[in-house]
């Protein structure tokens, strides 16, 4: 593969510095299809980032791209705030029948605004509103978005940073693993709401991912979530997951803490819920917390009538049966054993690799090694992301449709960089 | 019109009490071109509302729909994080060729996320960090967004509730008339600045819309806004124009703030920057305060490409030239005309009017009988909301790309709505 | 009168350079008796600084020192947290029979801790518990205290800027005359009150001085006052008036709302109270607000007997009939023909001046000019201070037992300052 | 002993609900000397509480009273801001030349205001504004007092809810021994700081007590605290020793903090810095931290001279030589031994005891036993008092001058009242 000199002036003189992704991945990007994305110069590239996780059924995915097509050329609605349309009933009939009620889950729905942040400000607040106290408690590591509600509770501190005010009414504690198993799940949590005298402000809620995603592909283990949930209950705490990233079948199940059979009062959906890429997000949450007034939190486009279309087909299409769940973890599977794989042969280098489902991270013990791991893949054809406060974990992401053809190709490009980078 | 039952028992079942618009407009869209909305048993409205804005071209305006089609299509990239495409190569060429260099503007174009609030917390977050400082002043009845920065700088009591934490960092200041010139303008503001023991964090930045549309169709006069910016250099706070409601040519110019002379330290766009209703927002900001690092702010909807195709086209379709823009003045002033009559039909009521381009309001002096009329409005197939503190206003805010006859006809139902709840 | 080199080693090579006072009186004080200050050389100081308003009845009075020695020779308790004296009984009794029974004031008392800001937080604390909301509102020029909760409500900046942390939940009102009579009174605050969208959070109290002595001696009409509130108890707000520095009959009354006819609902008061220069303090309450579990604010001085002695010697001495009073309103008269007849002389200066009982201020045009003449009188044996944002005021706080002698000695040495500084 | 029915009238119509130690012991205090209190009957007490620390020298110590006396009667200046006074000079002569110069610190001192909450927001202001962040570290279980910004490190759930508004800036990390030694000091504390994505602010300064004592005499270890002390050197925070309660000779050497061969960037003191009950507080810190502009924090009486003169008698006359520290850890020892009988004892309801100096602790694992104890020792004349976030410590902490005869009579009270209320 050989790399044209792109032409990014207008990114560069135009666009602000803020711009990040683009600096790795110097080349400007036209069209895609499935797990390939396409430069303007028709160079492909193999994505296992696939959106950041918004992009489980693959790019530009031909049964969402036939509905989406056939919705806008009929002149469906394109923008309807919170106005009921037929697209807007197609879907909210379908997420019920689809994966509400085969879990037998009895949650309320709110379109809080098409981002994920968006979903978790709405969660905060609700969580606040019901139990009227303002303390929420998040892990180590949390990434939850970049408006200020959800920036309090999130961890990377250069992000924190700027927030150009304190960042308060949030208090991290330890994410499973946290401290090497070297402590008891929860001693010190417990201790602080047990302790009349701890000095924490009795929290409204707490806040997690079941898989930290840009913390570092950190997975909770089942018991830890039942854990949770558990003390949640017992210190009248409210549970939000947010399965922004790591919902919509990532983890093989479609909600992420479906395995670990607990129960969230309160559920953010975005990224992959459109299913074809466009900005949606949900709030899900118990009858019983439903305690919004009318338009007490509202946003302009909460209606996004166009992603309700590719959310829709895209629940039919792949969550009417367990086929892509099972594929999922069957390709997990796979992924699993390269990487076992490869971290053997690596050894030496500190390698080490965890996951679940569909997304899975290697840490390397030198963190600038990940980056570099990155850039040689980019080199041969691969999208590969780092995550973790330092960068240092190398990050897989593929669609779910992925092909078995192309995870070997994406496996064996990984291998070979890693190798490279020795 | 007859009004037939609408089904509407999955909105009332599942989706959330928060729902709001469609309370007030009880039946379920289906499709919409232009200015007018259809139901799903084809019942046709006319729509002044417009999206709250975000349809400044009309509902599947055929010029974007044609090029979103083509782009989805070729299977032209859909989300593309902050990476380099060529859907967002041409829209930052043609925002700089049709909307900067016209107006000798020079900004750096920010993509913060795709909705208005997102583009509100970016800009609070720049200012705070440009100044070290984290108060910002804001305006009475003002309306920012919904996330817990956006929220801490709007006016109202209800949505501020929602927050459940304190709101802090932001003190109110009269917006233009709202102690009905009794006062002088920016008399009190100005004391606390150059008062030493006034007790005001001097602010990083004060953020205003130049007409208020949320909060009741309030419009700030030329010379105040100008007195604000002069307010802003004097006393070394960074000027926020908030432009998601009437940017994008609503007031005429593209930008409302062109008719002052005035140039805002960061401009804030969003609703009709897409032209299609998709999901987009813009935070426009002077070279010398980018001081961003890559990736301080980010978000996985901030590449909305599909967004980008259509504002471009929207761009070349109606900025090229002066027409859109003589367009909405012309029709601007039909409308003043037709609601100064209007209001002098019904001066014993106290109703009062107010607005520029193609953005007015009605004040009843008994507020109930804004809600009143829109109700009935609604009756004779006009859509048409209410704004203020209390819902007091009538507020008019029909695409630009309204015909003379649409625009009579909704007039029309107006005055009629108004007589028949006299 | 020649002033000899201080000893002043220990102060500046061990204190910490936040001492201010001293700077600019740089004698070592030894002892002291009625209005004079004596130096250890022996020089005497006219005082009518009065310990910031401590010491309305003098250095060291004689009833009073007469009642400490008595109660520190039998070993009364001089420590005694919240236990109950006798001597604090006394006090209890003395303060209700001299002080809250003539004036038909049904207040609960409470010992917060044994300075002001010490009851000004306790104040803020309560009122916060009374009314469920966090939001109080002060005056520009406010001076309520240095501890986080009174800091927050006061208004000079680099005071506030001393917290290290953004002060939050207060706003700033205008004080009477604030913007020079340009602006009805409560215009703006009533206005924010009223409006569901002005972004005001409905505050729990307003706090309020009648006059403010840190700020600059702004004497508050009576009227004013009353519309205060008024507008409080039309507006359910709890009305604080901090009295520490103008109550214990700096104004001729005991309390210097008095005058108003006001009854605040919460009262703090400190400096003179102990009436002996000793540290202690009380916080007022309508029986109605008394909503404290025991314990719920404590403090280890706040049973500072020694104060409670000379506390009630001072009730039972000049409290028992009008005779301070009337000699207080009396020797203001005359204080006030002095300051007019200098300021007419001065007139092309433009000094000012305003006041109420034996509290006085002179304001001059330019600002250095009162810091030059509170210098020039020290020079000439009179201790007086300046105050306001920027120092710009000369500030009269004599000892309400000042004598007519001293009294015109004092004016004499500050009307030649003035000369001399002209 | 009888009881006989207190006159408690005033107390109780008056005086605020929020009284408390005055419900326990339902008598009228009149005098006291030394380690005895006696009431307006005649009914001595032996007091084992010494003014929640704040008598270390006795009630009435006939030194200082001497000291004190002459001062008052030759009309020593009282009250002195921030002047220079003789007084204050010998006090600071006498702080340096006993208390600094033979420990080899090199701290300046400041006046905050005579309460221990005025020195504890005197140190956070100073942290913060010399690291230019906002967020302190606190522990579990600590007190530092009760206006806002000391009331935001104290551990108390109860009293922070008086706040009335969120506190925040300050995250509680597990005092010593929390978490029963299953977890490795500092484990979690250093993971925080280390780790970028912990979403832990980075805190300006840590506060800590040596021993809590109203957490309920929390003993830290001297490798603990040297531990904490590495910690915060390593980690650029600042150290703030509280040696409020347990410095000036409680644990023995004159700070508590002696013992482990620390040295605090800040210390505050208070209690018995005066030695006399009288209201004073230092706050001292290390030449490089004197970052205070002049009068950037201020308060009315910060300069009680009457307690510089009981404090310098008190240094001049315990702190010249040994002989205190030396009596102070032998009656510890003798104590020591006492509770470890009476506790073996006991072993079967489980109480346990811990201490150093003169500051001591029994556990009670029956938590409500600890206020059946206190009762039942008030009834045969022992002041004692409980502490612990549920009471559920009973406190001793008699004077450091109480003799070997009162050391035993109130320990025998103290074994009667355990076993009669077994």
Not at 246 to 259: H, I, K, L, N, P
Not at 325 to 331: C, G, H
Request: proline content about 5%.
């Amino acid at each position: 593969m050989t790399m044209t000199e792109p032409v990014l002036s207008v990114f560069e003189t135009l666009e602000s510095e803020v711009r990040s992704y683009c600096r790795a991945w110097p080349v400007v990007f036209e069209h895609a299809t499935g797990s390939r994305l396409y430069d303007e110069h028709g160079s492909g590239y193999l994505d296992f980032f696939a959106g950041a996780g918004s992009l489980n059924y693959g790019h530009n995915n031909p049964v969402l791209k036939r509905a989406l097509l056939d919705y806008l050329e009929r002149d469906g609605i394109t923008h309807g705030l919170d106005m009921a349309t037929t697209a807007k009933r197609s879907f909210l009939e379908t997420f019920r029948s689809h994966v509400l009620e085969p879990r037998a889950l009895n949650y309320k729905v709110m379109f809080p605004g098409p981002t994920g942040t968006n979903a978790v400000e709405a969660a905060l607040k609700l969580a606040r509103k019901a139990k009227g106290r303002e303390s929420v408690v998040s892990f180590t590591n949390a990434f939850h978005g970049m408006s200020l509600g959800s920036l309090a509770v999130t961890g990377n501190a250069f992000k924190r940073a700027g927030a150009g005010v304190p960042l308060v009414h949030g208090t991290p504690m330890p994410f499973d693993n946290y401290l090497g198993g070297r402590v008891p799940d929860f001693l010190w949590f417990e201790r602080l709401l047990e302790d009349q005298g701890s000095g924490l402000n009795h929290p409204a809620a707490v806040i997690v991912e079941t898989i930290q995603g840009e913390g570092g592909i950190n997975v909770a283990r089942a018991e830890w979530l039942r854990a949770l949930a558990d003390l949640c209950r017992r210190r009248d705490m409210l549970l939000i997951v947010d399965d922004i990233q790591m919902g919509c079948g990532r983890t093989g199940e479609f909600f992420s803490f479906e395995e670990a059979g607990i129960t969230p009062d309160i559920v953010t959906l975005s990224k992959s819920i459109s299913g074809y890429g466009l900005p949606m997000s949900l709030c899900l949450f118990k009858p019983e917390l439903d305690l919004w007034e009318p338009g007490e939190h509202n946003g302009t486009f909460r209606g996004n009538n166009p992603a309700f279309v590719t959310a829709t087909a895209a629940l039919e299409t792949y969550w009417a049966d367990g086929v892509l769940r099972e594929r999922t973890l069957a390709q997990g599977g796979h992924v699993e054993g390269a990487l076992r794989e490869l971290c053997a042969e690596h050894a030496r280098l500190g390698a080490t690799y965890r996951g679940r489902g569909l997304v899975w991270g290697i840490e390397f013990a030198h963190k600038e090694r990940a980056a570099a791991v990155s850039r040689r893949a980019f080199e041969h054809g691969l999208l590969i992301e780092t995550s973790g406060p330092e960068g240092e974990v190398v990050k897989l992401l593929p669609p779910l449709t992925v092909t078995a053809d192309e995870l070997d190709e994406g496996l064996d490009i990984l291998a070979r960089s890693v190798r490279e980078t020795a």
